[in-house]
């Protein structure tokens, strides 16, 4: 459960706040911040309903 | 919208509509931050917060406007609904039926339900706009109220309206728990969307930003005309845009599940990264899109697009259906009184999806939501004028609390007048001298408080 929860963090921290933040800041293309965005979108829903669900 | 909320809401549908909640039941005020994070974090504010520029706002006005807006409402639930709130608990409605008897509270179900068809589908309207982007469908805003936009658009909006009716009839609370899950999802995404459209301005400071927004706002009205949308009105308009919710009580419903007051700070949170940083973010869209290609139409799925790509598109889609879908089945709930008793439990969400569906056909509608939620709490807010009255000073001022109940009244006259009064000369205001809706809401609620005594008095009640 951790796991899934680690997951989900990362997943909406890193590869959605903090890669828009690094393009903010001109450290990353736009297009690479549209793919990790939507990385992290895919992961969110796969790991977050199987701890959501728990709690 | 935490799982405290749905439980919350399923509960507060059924059970213990008519009955006092069991302690047991009771939540502590932290509940009620998770809950209202989610709430008003929602489709809606993709198409409100572009609003803002497109109307002229200027950004020291939005940021500071909000600001004192936001913690004007959160203080309203606290200091209005929440003493209420916790000392009756009662759904709204039962307590409305209490005071103006059963067949009234019919006439306001029905009214509120009308409204949020509308609400629903300005939702299906912006999940529409997300939906046609991949087949490079655009909608248009017509100038007219009622007219169409493209026939593409509009086959599209049929058929997510189709969808979400569906939906809302055979599956709320899959929905519901799809919601939960999707909001701190959907934050977060508001927050990106709002560095991205930085990231295409170039901003690079606070000067540089005020420039980028001026330029856009420039645009706009060079287009569109001047248009003032000042400090003020942005005050007003952030703190009643949920007047119905706690001017108007619907939230009685909510926080009568509090152990104590301390839960009318629950919406805290909630307002301020809903209706502060996603309305800004969402502005922010709006003014990078106009310095990209000068475009200056708010289409909330463009705007997310062009943004943060797919991961926009999808949420343009989730925040517009969790939206629309429980706005779909409590009008469905609202119109189910309308029917025969042996008709079909979903009869009334069916005909709340076809007129929301209808509504959303027109985008110039969803256009105008800034007037619309003014008006939503201009017509709903007065009826907890007349609640604050019974609550507070029926019994100081000598007249019957609860009326209807005491009285065996199925239909309080004196709340009827009450609330249509002060509201029909509110919409009078609102239509015929532009007076901007939300400007109507505090003195039509302070109206109708006054009226409800005046009559209770002079009937001698």
Not at chain 1, 19 to 26: D, N, T
Not at chain 2, 273 to 293: D, E, P, R
Not at chain 2, 302 to 309: E, I, N, R
Not at chain 2, 358 to 386: E, R
Request: with cysteine; glycine share 10%.
């Amino acid at each position: 459960m951790k796991i899934l929860k680690l997951i989900s963090g990362v997943s909406i921290a890193v590869l959605i706040l903090l890669v828009s933040i690094l393009s903010f800041l001109g450290k990353m293309e736009a297009s690479t911040v549209k793919v990790l965005m939507l990385v992290g979108t895919i992961l969110w829903f796969v790991a977050t309903p199987f701890w959501m669900k728990e709690e | 919208m935490s799982e405290t909320a749905v439980e919350i809401e399923d509960v507060g549908g059924g059970e213990f509509e008519r009955s006092p909640i069991p302690a047991s039941k009771l939540k502590g005020w932290k509940s009620f931050l998770g809950m209202y994070a989610g709430e008003h974090a929602a489709g809606t504010e993709f198409m409100i917060g572009p609003l803002f520029l497109a109307a002229g706002a200027s950004l020291k006005d939005l940021i500071f406007g909000l600001l004192i807006g936001n913690i004007l409402a959160i203080l309203t639930w606290r200091y209005l609904v929440a003493p209420i709130a916790v000392s009756s608990k009662l759904t709204l409605y039962y307590q409305l039926e209490k005071i103006a008897g059963k067949h009234l509270v019919k006439v306001y179900n029905v009214v509120n339900g009308v409204l949020f068809c509308f609400l629903a589908g300005a939702m299906i309207t912006v999940s529409a706009s997300a939906v046609g982007i991949p087949f490079d469908v655009n909608f248009t805003v017509p100038e007219s109220i009622f007219g169409l936009s493209t026939p593409a658009f509009s086959t599209i909006v049929i058929i997510v309206g189709l969808v979400m009716t569906i939906v809302a009839a055979a599956g709320y609370n899959t929905v519901s728990k799809f919601a939960n899950i999707a909001a701190p999802w959907m934050i977060v995404v508001f927050a990106a969307c709002g560095l991205s459209a930085l990231t295409q301005m170039e901003v690079d400071s606070w000067e540089s930003l005020l420039t980028e927004w001026d330029k856009g706002v420039s645009v706009v009205q060079s287009a569109n005309g001047k248009v003032d949308f000042g400090f003020w009105k942005i005050v007003i308009f952030s703190w009643l845009c949920n007047a119905a919710m706690h001017f108007g009580m619907a939230d009685l419903s909510i926080m009568r599940f509090a152990k104590d007051v301390r839960a009318g700070w629950g919406p805290s949170i909630g307002m301020f990264l809903g209706h502060y940083m996603a309305w800004i973010c969402a502005s922010f869209m709006l003014a990078a899109q106009i310095k990209l290609t000068g475009d200056i139409s708010a289409n909330p799925g463009a705007l997310a697009w062009s943004a943060v790509g797919w991961t926009g598109i999808i949420c343009v889609i989730v925040a517009g259906w969790t939206t629309a879908n429980p706005t779909i089945y409590r009008a469905g709930l609202a119109f189910q009184s309308l029917f025969p008793s042996n008709a079909k439990t979903y009869s009334g969400v069916i005909l709340a999806g076809v007129i929301a569906t209808v509504a959303g056909i027109f985008p110039a509608l969803s256009s105008q939501l800034l007037g619309f939620v003014g008006l939503y709490g201009t017509i709903l807010g007065p009826m907890g004028g007349v609640i604050f009255v019974n609550h507070y000073l029926a019994k100081k001022m000598n007249f019957t609390q609860d009326y209807a109940e005491g009285k065996g009244s199925s239909f309080n006259t004196a709340v009827l007048l009450a609330w249509v009064i002060p509201v029909a000369l509110g919409l009078y205001f609102i239509f015929t001298k532009d007076v901007f809706a939300a400007y109507a809401v505090i003195p039509c609620w302070i109206a109708s408080s006054a009226l409800y005594v005046l009559i209770m008095k002079l009937q001698k009640s």
